[in-house]
């Protein structure tokens, strides 16, 4: 009988955590959608949830590399307050500077070695800087400062997807390289998900 009983009260604690699984994955909304201009798909595009509430401070760094002569990420969406470790990966000296918002010049490294910059200043995401290598002129990226961690990076096909989003109603809006496009209202409820697409124009 005991046997029994602790079979019976196994499968009901499974059942339970399964339940409770279930409702903790049905809590965050899903946003998905495309990003596109005249000429076609637009990607390295961030498309983000302007302001959420309760944003706690960042995990930890992020990272940006410079290999094959390139800023990799091109493209590098964070929350204010991240510190970006800048990596050279490559078999030659590498620079990093930014004139925007504060500006800052963080010297020339050679390969293997890392520099970083905590994002502590922005005053009103989203903040963009460009990334530049005075040694190098033709490399070029983007670190983009946001408020909270709900952003996501366009593909190739100028899609995106953003997981993980509290149930409410959001201001929507897109950053891009070359090109803007107006916010939009975008409501998740944690069931199904929102679709939003955007077509940005110079």
Same mark, same amino acid.
């Given at each position: 009988?005991?046997?029994?009983?602790?079979?019976?009260?196994?499968?009901?604690?499974?059942?339970?955590?399964?339940? /409770?699984? %279930?409702?903790?994955?049905?809590? &965050?909304?899903?946003?998905? &959608?495309?990003?596109?201009?005249?000429?076609? !798909?637009?990607?390295?595009?961030?498309?983000?949830?302007?302001?959420?509430?309760?944003?706690?401070?960042?995990?930890? +760094?992020?990272?940006?590399?410079?290999? /094959?002569?390139?800023? /990799? +990420?091109?493209?590098?969406?964070?929350? %204010? &307050?991240t510190t970006v470790n800048f990596l050279n990966s490559? !078999?030659?000296? *590498?620079?990093?500077?930014?004139?925007?918002?504060?500006?800052?010049?963080?010297?020339?490294? +050679? #390969?293997? #070695?890392?520099?970083? *910059?905590?994002?502590?200043? $922005?005053?009103? %995401?989203?903040?963009?800087?460009?990334?530049? $290598?005075?040694? *190098?002129?033709?490399?070029?990226?983007?670190?983009?400062?946001?408020?909270?961690?709900?952003?996501?990076?366009?593909?190739?096909?100028?899609?995106? *997807?953003?997981?993980?989003?509290?149930?409410?109603?959001?201001?929507?809006?897109?950053?891009?390289? =070359?090109?803007? %496009?107006? +916010? =939009?209202?975008?409501?998740?409820?944690?069931?199904?998900?929102?679709?939003?697409?955007?077509?940005?124009?110079?």
């Amino acid at each position: 009988m005991k046997r029994y009983f602790v079979i019976i009260v196994t499968v009901l604690g499974v059942a339970a955590f399964g339940a /409770s699984r %279930a409702r903790t994955m049905a809590a &965050g909304g899903t946003i998905d &959608g495309s990003v596109k201009s005249a000429s076609g !798909a637009v990607a390295d595009a961030v498309v983000y949830i302007v302001q959420a509430p309760g944003m706690s401070a960042p995990a930890g +760094p992020a990272q940006m590399d410079q290999r /094959s002569m390139k800023f /990799s +990420p091109h493209v590098l969406p964070i929350t %204010a &307050g991240t510190t970006v470790n800048f990596l050279n990966s490559d !078999a030659t000296q *590498h620079n990093v500077f930014s004139p925007d918002n504060e500006k800052y010049n963080l010297g020339t490294w +050679p #390969q293997g #070695q890392t520099q970083t *910059h905590a994002y502590t200043k $922005c005053a009103k %995401a989203p903040c963009v800087y460009v990334q530049l $290598c005075r040694i *190098h002129p033709e490399m070029e990226a983007y670190v983009v400062v946001l408020q909270n961690p709900f952003f996501a990076v366009t593909d190739s096909n100028g899609a995106f *997807h953003i997981g993980n989003v509290p149930p409410g109603t959001y201001s929507l809006a897109v950053w891009a390289e =070359k090109g803007k %496009a107006a +916010p =939009k209202p975008v409501t998740t409820d944690g069931v199904k998900p929102s679709v939003v697409d955007f077509t940005i124009a110079k």
